[in-house]
């Protein structure tokens, strides 16, 4: 992995990782609701969440992430691929932003597709963002501030 991109153990913060053991509480960690079709990327991309400090649910597919909705399942923040079968990312979007308990957490767009068409559509779809997924440092990035953005909003509503 350093070889081939050394910028992937880079310095995440001055704060020391806390591991916790699942019996431990873990509310303070932010969750994080991966859902992505690909294996090779899913199994990338839950140990880099992870390890920044998120508590990842992956799911595989849109249509099981939605079973996850419907059992009531809270997350700070979802990321879903565009390209994947049954239940393509701007269909999950859509309906989840219809009307659903998640439609107003942050939805970001995790894509190889990255055009300002397919930017558009996303953000038309109901994402909040719109991310390749080649970026690891740019993934990092954007759910801080995403959810950083969600907590500000939630505050000035109260």
């Excluded at 294996?39 to 992430?65: D, I, K």
């Excluded at 990092?140 to 505050?155: M, N, R």
């Amino acid at each position: 992995l350093k070889q081939a991109g050394g910028e992937w153990f880079r310095h995440h913060g001055s704060n020391a990782f806390e591991r916790k053991d699942k019996k431990s509480d873990t509310s303070g960690k932010k969750k994080v609701l991966l859902i992505e079709d690909s294996p090779f990327f899913r199994n990338m991309l839950t140990p880099l969440l992870t390890v920044a400090g998120y508590e990842v649910t992956a799911r595989s597919n849109a249509l099981q992430a939605l079973e996850l909705c419907d059992a009531g399942e809270h997350f700070d923040i979802i990321v879903s691929d565009i390209e994947m079968p049954e239940m393509d990312g701007f269909a999950f979007a859509e309906r989840i932003k219809a009307d659903t308990q998640w439609q107003n957490t942050p939805l970001v767009a995790l894509t190889s597709h990255a055009t300002p068409q397919d930017i558009d559509r996303g953000l038309q779809a109901g994402f909040s963002k719109y991310i390749a997924k080649f970026d690891r440092e740019m993934i990092l990035d954007t759910l801080s501030k995403t959810i950083a953005e969600q907590h500000t909003q939630h505050k000035e509503a109260s």
